[in-house]
């Protein structure tokens, strides 16, 4: 229970960081609001995500077959 708790609060306190940084440092960056932009903001992290779920099923797939002895 407590191991879920700090996961929890860690968690909350990271996406507090991050909510401010994107809020007060942000605004400095000067970003054009433009379509493909907008494109790349909203489909940036499910590329990045599925990248990842790639690479973790790839690797996944390696190491079950070097440890069931099948070639």
Same mark, same amino acid.
């Given at each position: 229970?407590? /191991? %879920? +708790?700090?996961?929890?609060? =860690? +968690?909350?306190?990271?996406?507090?960081?991050?909510?401010?940084?994107? =809020?007060?440092?942000?605004? $400095?960056? !000067?970003?054009? &609001?433009?379509?493909? /932009? @907008?494109?790349?903001?909203?489909?940036? !992290?499910?590329?990045?995500?599925?990248? &990842? +779920?790639?690479?973790?099923?790839? $690797?996944? @797939?390696?190491?079950? $077959? %070097?440890?069931? @002895? =099948? !070639?």
């Amino acid at each position: 229970m407590d /191991n %879920q +708790l700090s996961f929890i609060l =860690k +968690l909350v306190i990271l996406s507090t960081i991050i909510s401010v940084i994107i =809020k007060y440092a942000a605004t $400095s960056v !000067p970003i054009a &609001a433009t379509s493909v /932009n @907008g494109l790349i903001g909203i489909l940036a !992290p499910t590329v990045i995500l599925a990248i &990842a +779920l790639v690479i973790r099923a790839l $690797s996944y @797939g390696k190491s079950d $077959s %070097q440890t069931s @002895g =099948k !070639p």
